[in-house]
């Protein structure tokens, strides 16, 4: 599905060169969440925009359904989630959901259609007709996974899409996050800085270190797919959590 | 309404200036009338004397109020005296400018955005272009375009372009680059067309800078036309009323010219306020 062999991303600054990535080798099989975790700096955010295309690397191979990023855009093959909502203000949130449908060319009736299906989805039943700044943060933050799931892109990137959360709120997103997973099957790729949240929404847990970017750990989570919250309490969650800690201080090395 | 009370405040405070002013102004007059015909004058007569003088050198509020009065109502509005008469050639010859100012600003800004030749080399132009005073540059508008046998409206109109597309470019320039890179990233991802990118996200997020823009560029424009009917001994226009007003020292004339120049100018920007507040609502980009 993914694959990445010898990956590198080295950016050229004023300072001299910055390795943003090195020799990070992975593979993610459909249907899999894999969270990247690890402190400002450790490339995953890179990463994920290298899948995306949007940055190219330097050093390795890298394929995406079995071609190069760029044309897995182009095939697009993938609904990306971003930090913040980033909604056009002056959309509405139905509108917002149809303009990756209005850019790809659906027919008004299956995009009307689509953004009933997805709004559902999202639990934003009857909000289509709300401007953004009418909604929550959460709500926004929703909207917008509305919007990446709105065309068939069997591969979801989100970027710390719950970052600026408050946690009460994180812990509900990450609850329909799951569902959401179980209900449409597709591959996600989701880069966080929270350890409980990367423990209990992945498959598996790329722990990731900076200076130069690299991956120092995979954790394969034994959790099972059913995870109700309180599964944060149970003695294998935190065991998981655990180890990714001490993968994160492995990777910093003497610095902290 | 709280609001009522500095404005009103801020006013009076104008009027009393104004009228101080007109009697120190024009006293001078009075006080060489009363010499030269061997006459005392007290200083009650000589404040009378200030408020209704014909030619006076700073006319009073209540003179120019008057002649501004008898300019728009005094007589039929196709009459020559009529200041609506002048108002509305100066005000046809304003919106074509506007007009054509507006869209060639709106396509250079698309242009340096989108072409980075264009990015580099038609700002700096753009920009001496506003540096030559207009009043150089308006007579030779006017006989070049005459010797090529175009006169009337149109020159005048092309001083009010000249003038007003340069804030149009600035605002249009920042308004079509004010989405940020995340926004951009996003349409990349849809592999969206620059096309797509321009209709779907540059042009509505320029929105809000365009009607700033397009208020400055309007009070320009009805500069540029009055300033391009000075140079060509123009008959009609509130140009030419103020040029004619002061070749014969008409001075409630000219201040009766320059207030409904004011209030055109005023009317103008208050209507294109209005448009926005309609067109930002009906985006959704009003709260």
């Known amino acids: ?256 | 309404m709280r609001s009522v009370l500095p404005i009103l405040a801020v006013l009076l405070a104008i009027v009393a200036v104004w009228y101080i002013a007109a009697i120190r102004m024009n006293s001078t007059w009075t006080y060489d009338q009363a010499a030269r015909a061997e006459t005392e004058v007290s200083f009650a007569e000589v404040v009378v004397d200030t408020m209704a003088q014909e030619r006076p050198v700073l006319p009073a509020p209540h003179q120019v109020a008057v002649g501004l009065w008898e300019g728009l109502f005094g007589q039929k509005f196709t009459s020559k005296r009529s200041l609506v008469y002048h108002g509305w050639i100066t005000l046809s010859a304003t919106l074509v400018g506007f007009a054509i100012g507006t869209g060639l600003g709106i396509l250079l800004a698309v242009g340096i955005v989108h072409n980075r030749a264009m990015d580099l080399s038609v700002m700096p132009w753009a920009i001496a272009s506003q540096t030559i005073p207009i009043l150089a540059i308006a007579p030779m508008v006017i006989v070049v375009l005459a010797s090529v046998g175009v006169t009337g409206l149109l020159p005048k109109a092309v001083i009010s372009a000249y003038l007003s597309f340069f804030p149009v470019v600035v605002g249009m320039v920042k308004g079509l680059r004010s989405p940020d890179r995340m926004q951009l990233d996003l349409l990349k991802t849809y592999n969206a067309s620059r096309w797509a990118a321009f209709w779907k996200l540059r042009l509505p997020a320029s929105m809000p800078y365009l009607f700033a823009s397009l208020k400055v560029s309007m009070a320009a424009s009805l500069v540029g036309a009055i300033v391009g009917e000075l140079p060509a001994g123009a008959t009609s226009g509130l140009g030419a009323r103020l040029l004619s007003g002061s070749y014969y020292g008409q001075t409630i004339q000219i201040w009766a010219a320059l207030f409904a120049a004011a209030i055109l100018a005023a009317g103008l920007v208050i209507v294109i306020g209005a448009i926005e507040k309609v067109a930002l609502r009906r985006m959704g980009m009003v709260r």
Request: aromatic share 8%; proline share 5%; glycine share 10%.
């Open chain 1, 1 to 256: 599905m993914i694959e990445a062999k010898g990956l590198g991303l080295t950016f050229q600054t004023n300072d001299g060169p910055v390795h943003a990535l090195t020799d990070v080798n992975l593979t993610i099989g459909k249907g899999e969440f894999v969270s990247f975790i690890g402190p400002s700096g450790c490339g995953k955010t890179t990463f994920l925009r290298c899948i995306a295309a949007l940055e190219h690397p330097t050093q390795g191979a890298l394929t995406v359904n079995g071609t190069s990023p760029d044309a897995a855009r182009q095939a697009r093959a993938y609904g990306y989630v971003f930090q913040a909502a980033g909604l056009y203000p002056w959309r509405t949130i139905a509108g917002n959901v149809k303009l990756p449908l209005e850019i790809m060319g659906y027919s008004k009736a299956e995009q009307n259609e689509r953004v009933r299906k997805v709004l559902s989805l999202v639990d934003l039943d009857g909000f289509g007709k709300k401007f953004p700044w009418q909604l929550s943060g959460g709500m926004q933050q929703r909207a917008s996974i509305a919007r990446a799931l709105a065309f068939d892109a069997d591969i979801l990137l989100m970027d710390e899409p719950f970052g600026a959360l408050d946690e009460i709120v994180r812990d509900r997103l990450n609850e329909e996050l799951l569902k959401l997973w179980a209900a449409t099957g597709k591959t996600i790729g989701f880069v966080t800085h929270s350890i409980p949240e990367a423990v209990y929404l992945s498959t598996r847990i790329v722990v990731m270190s900076p200076r130069p970017g690299r991956i120092t750990d995979v954790i394969e989570s034994t959790l099972p797919k059913e995870r109700p919250l309180e599964i944060r309490d149970s003695r294998e969650f935190i065991e998981i959590a655990h180890r990714v800690r001490e993968g994160l201080r492995a990777g910093h090395g003497d610095e902290v």
